[in-house]
């Protein structure tokens, strides 16, 4: 059983910047798939940014504005978000895939408007 808890969501102007932490509850350094998502209201949950395998992936929507990042001595899984657009609006959930199951965080709400 992995337990993932996000935190760093908020209330955001658009062009601003949040950065979004998952703490796991045990080591991930061999968890193969880690990654964030998000879903928008009336919308199904898409893969915002991820690790598989060691190789990185983003969203079309969100090249070159988000950055994922593990830490795996703090046990952590990090996104800067930059120039946050209105549609990025959304909860974001933290993701963890390994041979004992899918795991979940229970999500934080990013909310980008002015």
């Known amino acids: 059983q992995v337990q993932l808890v996000e935190s760093g969501g908020g209330l955001v102007q658009p062009g601003g910047s949040l950065r979004l932490s998952c703490a796991s509850s045990?080591?991930?350094?061999?968890?193969?798939?880690m990654g964030w998502y998000r879903q928008a209201p009336g919308k199904q949950r898409e893969l915002v940014a991820a690790?598989?395998?060691?190789?990185?992936s983003y969203a079309d929507s969100v090249k070159g504005r988000f950055t994922i990042s593990r830490d795996n001595a703090k046990n952590t899984l990090s996104l800067q978000m930059n120039n946050l657009k209105p549609e990025d609006t959304a909860v974001y959930y933290c993701?963890?895939?390994?041979?004992?199951?899918?795991?979940w965080g229970q999500g934080t709400q990013v909310t980008v408007s002015s």
């Open positions: 993701n963890a895939v390994e041979n004992s199951g899918t795991f």
């Open positions: 045990r080591n991930i350094f061999n968890i193969n798939h």
């Open positions: 690790f598989t395998s060691g190789v990185i």
